[in-house]
T-cell receptor
Framework: ETGVTQSPTHLIKTRGQQVTLRCSSQSGHNTVSWYQQALGQGPQFIFQYYREEENGRGNFPPRFSGLQFPNYSSELNVNALELDDSALYLC?????????????FGQGTRLTVV | AQKVTQAQTEISVVEKEDVTLDCVYETRDTTYYLFWYKQPPSGELVFLIRRNSFDEQNEISGRYSWNFQKSTSSFNFTITASQVVDSAVYFCALTPHGGSNYKLTFGKGTLLTVNP
């Protein structure tokens, strides 16, 4: 096990609603990245948080936002949900202070928007 | 821009067969890291290997081996004597070396099914 925990594991929301997903990072890691994985696709980078600041963003609209807390856990918020937001959301814990270190992933949150 | 291509969408083998998963990448960075991850049905991405672009030595870990060839921008993964437990989706990924951002670019994955 990686020590990276995501909650909830499954979620069903209605179009237009807002959702918050949570991730606890691995001990000793200060960086959390979020990825969206649509069915049958590879994960796509959403954004990254390093020491509580956003540190890079992929091609996702502003309704995808996040937070990182002093204990380095993180939240992903999605506003105005659309049907295409249905996907597996993965968070990855790593440490930018140790270059090239591998990222450890949580088990993901499967979001279904109806 | 970075790109990772896994041309094999699905592979099906019989237990004990050897199988090679292909990965070809594109990057303008002169130094970078390459990774392989395994994703079982549970969904979690399990780290398998990291390779620094400086190091072109092949690596073997038990039944797993990796062939990195910078000249052809390929980083292929071979499972020897496959087992049913190897059934999963395998992803190849790439990130630039250095900098302030650690963003993995993934391929679309290869679904490996090992039949008894």
């Amino acid at each position: 096990e990686t020590g990276v925990t995501q909650s909830p594991t499954h979620l069903i929301k209605t179009r237009g609603q807002q959702v918050t997903l949570r991730c606890s990072s691995q001990s000793g890691h200060n960086t959390v990245s979020w990825y969206q994985q649509a069915l049958g696709q590879g994960p796509q980078f959403i954004f990254q948080y390093y020491r509580e600041e956003e540190n890079g963003r992929g091609n996702f609209p502003p309704r995808f936002s996040g937070l990182q807390f002093p204990n380095y856990s993180s939240e992903l918020n999605v506003n105005a949900l659309e049907l295409d937001d249905s996907a597996l959301y993965l968070c990855a814990s790593s440490s930018l202070d140790r270059e090239g270190t591998e990222a450890f992933f949580g088990q993901g949150t499967r979001l279904t928007v109806v | 821009a970075q790109k990772v291509t896994q041309a094999q969408t699905e592979i099906s083998v019989v237990e004990k067969e050897d199988v090679t998963l292909d990965c070809v990448y594109e990057t303008r960075d002169t130094t970078y890291y390459l990774f392989w991850y395994k994703q079982p049905p549970s969904g979690e991405l399990v780290f398998l290997i990291r390779r620094n672009s400086f190091d072109e030595q092949n690596e073997i870990s038990g039944r797993y081996s990796w062939n990195f060839q910078k000249s052809t921008s390929s980083f292929n993964f071979t499972i020897t004597a496959s087992q049913v437990v190897d059934s999963a989706v395998y992803f190849c990924a790439l990130t630039p070396h250095g900098g302030s951002n650690y963003k993995l670019t993934f391929g679309k994955g290869t679904l490996l099914t090992v039949n008894p």
